[in-house]
């Protein structure tokens, strides 16, 4: 090899080690440059049927089918998870959760890096608890399976000789008092009977107070011949209370020799007759001659009369004043009681009774005789003049009140602002009063809040001193009061500069802690704003943003390693000699 040649072997290999070794530099900074994915922080708390979860509840967080993060609650039904590295959706994408496997009613949006709380809540029913209950009637054996107490299908349970059947409708809640096991055996003790009711069977259905809604329809077979005075037409079921039998509404099928009713809870059941009781047959009671009494009425000064037969009114009545400020309405047939009296009257007072705190009194009216009587009650109907009322009483605000005992008794009244009437109904005669409640007393209703209210705190800066280029979190809590939902952009500002924003949407009553990644280059003080909330960082001189430092010493072995090339190709070629 001449010594051109090994001089131009020897640049080719120095310009291959200077290319390659920035290509090797150019990998590392693109590989540095590139931040990885961060992690998502979810934690808040867990409801099931409105009262806080135990421990060991399960979490899932998902975006569409893909599975983000998993958590189980403590003690306290708490949870705190972070998102898989490896799961990386859109940024905004909604975040679904299911509690031991039931969705939630709640969702988040995803954000890389972002710290979520989201407080989840199910139905207590979402979550269900199977029991399965064992039953024997009459020795046949067979199982209930309730989840939250609750038959979910159609069941029959009879005996081997179907002497028994309990048939349970779909969705029956059954209450088994604790107990676990149903049964039903043959009662070879039953309580005797006070009434002329007798025997025929009797069963034992266990656990006694057990209750279904809706009833359980039970079965009992009979067998022919019945005793003496019996008739299968008069055979029925009836339970023991306690103390007495009672009857059920039953039916007999005389094909089957089955009869059947229905029951809410267990106890003793039997089937019984009752023997034929031979009734008398009552002395017919006369027909007593109608007795016809003309009453007589005064009306705040206007007479009038109205007939009573047998104490009822014979027609329907009115009695009125002659300017039309007060009137009494009775119904055909409302029976009159008078207290031995024959006249009705009806006088206003001077001075009406001091009304209750909040209303004003308007007009005041007694009633005799006191204590007379009406079935059905009669209504009275009282004119107001709307230009006398108080200021502060509104015609709304009108009703009629009873006085006892010196204290006012407000009646159901309904107020005609066409008729400038009021009226109620009474079912005896004493004093009575036109009151109106005050504007005070009715207050005036608040005005609702319809629209979001928004609000930020717990402004959180992390580090607060940080290098050339390092990366700075700032975080706030955004929080809805009002009463709809709405979105609210939220913009960061450094040293009253906007530097970055975000768009969230929360339901009323619901907060989110809102992240934002900045870092600077010039070392100095830097304000951070958002809304009235404000704090700084400090930025230090140095390079933050270098790569770390286990990748110093894979750079160094690049380094020398090219530069051991080089040496080697001068070596080389200081070797050759010309050829002779």
């Known amino acids: 090899m001449t010594l051109l040649n090994s001089k131009k072997l020897a640049l080719n290999v120095l310009l291959g080690s200077i290319v390659s070794l920035f290509i090797v530099a ?205 008739t299968e037409s008069g055979l029925y079921i ?22 059947t009713a229905s029951v809410s809870h267990f106890t003793i059941f039997s089937i019984r007759y009752a023997a034929p009781v031979t009734t008398p047959t009552p002395t017919p009671t006369p027909t007593p001659t109608p007795t016809t009494v003309t009453m007589t009425s005064n009306v705040l000064g206007t007479s009038g009369s109205f007939p009573v037969s047998n104490g009822a009114v014979t027609a329907a009545t009115s009695l009125s004043s002659s300017n039309g400020s007060l009137s009494i309405g009775l119904a055909a047939n409302t029976a009159v009681n008078l207290q031995g009296s024959q006249n009705i009257s009806v006088a206003q007072l001077a001075t009406p009774p001091a009304a209750p705190a909040g209303s004003k009194a308007i007009a005041a009216y007694s009633f005799s005789p006191d204590n007379s009587t009406f079935s059905p009650a009669l209504t009275v109907t009282i004119k107001y003049d709307p230009d006398s009322l108080p200021a502060d009483v509104a015609e709304s605000n009108l009703y009629i009140a009873l006085l006892q005992n010196n204290n006012w008794t407000e009646l159901d009244s309904t107020v ?107 070392p100095g003080q830097y304000k951070v704003s958002i809304d009235s909330q404000s704090d700084s960082f400090q930025v230090t001189a140095g390079s933050g943003g270098q790569p770390s430092d286990m990748s110093m010493p894979i750079i160094i072995i690049i380094a020398a390693g090219g530069l051991l090339v080089i040496i080697l190709a001068i070596v080389l070629v200081m070797r050759q000699r010309p050829s002779g």
């Open 416 to 522: 005609n602002t066409s008729d400038k009437t009021v009226s109620a109904q009474i079912s005896h005669f004493s004093t009575y009063a036109v009151l109106g409640r005050t504007s005070t007393a009715t207050g005036t209703p608040a005005t609702p809040i319809t629209t979001a209210a928004f609000s930020t705190s717990d402004l959180a800066v992390t580090p607060a001193s940080a290098k050339a280029g390092e990366m700075v979190t700032v975080s706030v809590r955004v929080a809805n009061s009002g009463a709809a939902e709405a979105s609210k952009t939220v913009i960061l500002k450094i040293n009253d500069q906007e530097e970055a924003q975000k768009n969230v949407t929360l339901a009323p009553g619901v907060s989110k802690v809102v992240s934002f990644n900045v870092s600077k280059t010039a």
């Open 238 to 259: 009836a339970y023991y209370d306690g103390s007495t039998w009672q009857k059920l509404t039953s039916t007999v099928n005389t094909a089957t020799k089955e009869v």
């Open 26 to 230: 150019a990998s590392l900074n693109a590989a540095y440059a590139q931040p990885p994915t961060m992690p998502q922080i979810f934690y808040g708390t867990v409801t099931i049927g409105g009262s806080t979860a135990g421990a060991g509840v399960s979490i899932v967080a998902k975006v569409g089918a893909e599975q983000l993060g998993t958590g189980i609650t403590d003690a306290q039904g708490r949870f705190n998870f972070n998102s898989d590295y490896n799961v990386n959706p859109a940024t905004g994408s909604t975040v679904n959760f299911f509690v031991n496997g039931v969705k939630a009613g709640q969702t988040a949006l995803f954000g890389s890096g972002e710290i979520t709380e989201v407080n989840l809540s199910v139905s207590a029913t979402a979550v269900p608890t199977t029991v399965s209950i064992t039953t024997n009637i009459l020795s046949q054996t067979d199982t209930l399976s309730l989840s939250n107490g609750v038959l979910g299908t159609a069941k029959t349970l009879a005996s081997a000789d179907n002497r028994i059947k309990l048939n349970f409708a779909a969705n029956t809640s059954i209450n088994m008092q604790g107990q676990t096991t149903l049964g039903a055996a043959s009662e070879s003790n039953p309580p005797a009977a006070a009434d002329n009711s007798t025997l025929v069977r009797a069963y034992s259905f266990t656990p006694s107070g057990a209750t279904f809604s809706p009833a359980v329809t039970v079965t009992l077979t009979y067998e022919t011949p019945l005793p003496s005075g019996a």
